[in-house]
């Protein structure tokens, strides 16, 4: 069973910060690509941020350049968001996704979401 499960969201002041995780189990992850969306409340998602497989390189929205950094851990598994300076525009719910594009087409799978609430 594919599992893709975050976990560290919450509430937070403005300023503060927040590391988020996600944890995979079901697939093979070190051949995928993971990202982080989010969705504020009663907005389209919106991409945070991506980190190709095979390569340490991240990519981020502008948004949160400078702010935000994800990594991957390929022998637990797991990516990361630690996410510094935070703002109340980033209040939303923040989903890991992983996907691998091949040529029977993509494959995409998500998790349930953390919530994260910046607010004084």
């Known amino acids: 069973e594919v599992q893709l499960v975050e976990s560290g969201g919450g509430l937070v002041q403005p300023g503060g910060s927040l590391r988020l995780s996600c944890a995979a189990s079901g697939f093979t992850f070190g051949s995928y690509d993971m990202s982080w969306v989010r969705q504020a409340p009663g907005k389209g998602p919106e991409w945070v941020s991506g980190?190709?497989?095979?390569?340490?390189?991240?990519y981020y929205a502008e948004s949160v350049k400078g702010r935000f950094t994800m990594s991957r851990g390929n022998a637990k598994n797991t990516v990361y968001l630690q996410m510094n300076s935070l703002k109340p525009e980033d209040t939303a719910v923040y989903y890991c996704?992983?996907?691998?594009?091949?040529?029977?087409?993509?494959?995409?799978?998500w998790g349930q979401g953390t919530q994260v609430t910046v607010s004084s």
């Open positions: 980190i190709y497989s095979g390569t340490s390189s991240t």
């Open positions: 996704s992983a996907n691998r594009s091949s040529s029977s087409g993509v494959t995409r799978y």
